[in-house]
């Protein structure tokens, strides 16, 4: 080995092993965060706790990244300039399901991965970062990153996801824009029976708004989702409910996409208002980008896969029907997210099952794994100009061809 070359299969070998050791310790914190699940801009414990794990390996970490309490960030520099990887990690639980999106997994394997990284950084090139990204289920914590340039010096950003539905082992694929919004109506109380002449009847402004998306349904191309709820819908079935609210998600496959039907979504909103004389207040939610995952990135890490034992088959290049904030960053990154399965058939994120596959031994045996791809994919990076190359590269043509179409 000519000297100054990194020996790339020993520092793997090393990754690994220091995940190993470490496994008692992040299986721990992964079921410590699975028992006390906490909501978006909220993970007080969780972000404090995975910062711990952090300090307690000598990986200076701050809190309150961005202007989020519950955000941060940390790493370690090689031992010289050179270029910069970024793990991601989410630790946000689903109101009433807990960790049934399985981030206490995400959580955990990410600063597993930095801290296995970390040892391993006196002998590469470059710097490690570590953030830790809150309310990925809703509040865009990853937003603020993008936007205050967190990324700007990043030639890769690393994460993960555990699946289900006894789908193999993979990547994250395409995943669709997605933007919420919540929709107030403000009418008129009455008597429901002695003047309901005198109300305006902000229920009715509301189912109005369902009625007309529904009737929209049938002119929209088939990846478009859109989904709702009623919050509130008055307070007494004798009163004209003077107040409702409905919360929405729409998603679509491309920003432009999702835009335009927003756009009609609100005129939906709109007509149902004017139809019952309510007023319509509009507060809009975090965009969510589609993704942009990156096969030159994709590939390390599916072949890091391979090299630990694990089955994997290729993302199968079809656009997924959820949406993440990692999307954002995909869009000024190249981004790579690794999926290990810990469920079966029938049991997907978001349901009660998957919440308890959070904890499991495949669970566990997620933490680990995915622990020891990142960071063997983060060695490949640091130490692989070639591929680092390519994935710029595939990068800058994605988004060119882009905005080439958005450009008509
Ligand atoms: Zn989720
Ligand atoms: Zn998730």
């Not at 910062?51 to 970490?61: I, N, T």
């Not at 953030?131 to 994460?159: H, L, Q, W, Y």
């Not at 309901?196 to 009737?215: E, R, S």
């Amino acid at each position: 080995m000519a000297e100054g070359t990194p020996d790339v299969a020993a520092l793997k070998r090393a990754v690994c092993s220091a995940v190993d050791q470490m496994a008692p310790r992040l299986i721990a914190l992964s079921h410590r965060i699975h028992e006390n699940p906490e909501f978006q801009y909220e993970e007080h414990k969780a972000s404090a706790w995975l910062c711990e794990f952090l300090d307690e390996e000598g990986l200076g970490s701050e809190l309150g990244t961005c202007g989020m309490p519950t955000a941060f960030a940390g790493g370690r520099d090689g031992k010289a300039p050179g270029p910069t990887v970024a793990f991601i990690a989410e630790y946000d639980a689903l109101r009433g399901l807990g960790h049934a999106c399985g981030h206490n997994i995400l959580g955990t394997s990410n600063v597993g991965a930095a801290a296995a990284l970390a040892r391993v950084m006196p002998q590469l090139a470059g710097r490690m970062r570590i953030f830790g990204t809150p309310a990925e289920e809703g509040g865009g914590g990853k937003i603020p990153f993008v936007r205050e340039g967190m990324f700007r010096d990043v030639d890769a950003a690393i994460s993960m996801h555990p699946g289900g539905g006894a789908r193999p082992n993979s990547l994250g694929g395409r995943c669709l824009a997605s933007q919420k919004v919540t929709l107030k109506y403000h009418g008129r109380p009455a008597h429901a029976a002695s003047n309901p002449h005198d109300g305006i009847n902000a229920l009715d402004a509301c189912i109005q708004t369902f009625n007309g998306i529904n009737a929209l349904r049938q002119h929209l191309r088939q990846e478009v989702r859109i989904h709702g709820i009623i919050r509130h819908g008055g307070t007494a079935a004798n009163v004209t409910p003077d107040f409702a609210q409905a919360e929405f998600a729409v998603r679509a496959p491309t920003t432009a996409e999702c835009r335009e039907v927003y756009q009609k979504v609100l005129r939906c909103a709109e007509g149902g208002a004017a139809a019952a004389g309510a007023r319509l207040e509009v507060v809009e939610g975090p965009f969510y980008e589609e993704t942009n995952p990156n096969t030159a990135l994709g590939g390390a890490a599916m072949a890091n896969m391979e090299a630990l034992g694990l089955p994997v088959v290729a993302p199968s290049g079809g656009v997924a029907s959820h949406s993440t904030d990692l999307g954002n960053v995909s869009r000024v990154v190249p981004t790579v997210s690794v999926n290990i399965n810990i469920a079966g058939r029938g049991i997907q994120p978001h349901q009660h099952e998957f919440a308890v596959a959070a904890a499991s031994p495949d669970g566990d045996r997620a933490v680990v794994s995915a622990a020891q791809v990142m960071a063997m994919t983060a060695i490949d990076v640091l130490t692989d100009p070639a591929l680092r190359e390519r994935a710029a590269e595939e990068f800058r043509a994605s988004m060119a061809a882009e905005q080439a179409v958005a450009a008509g």
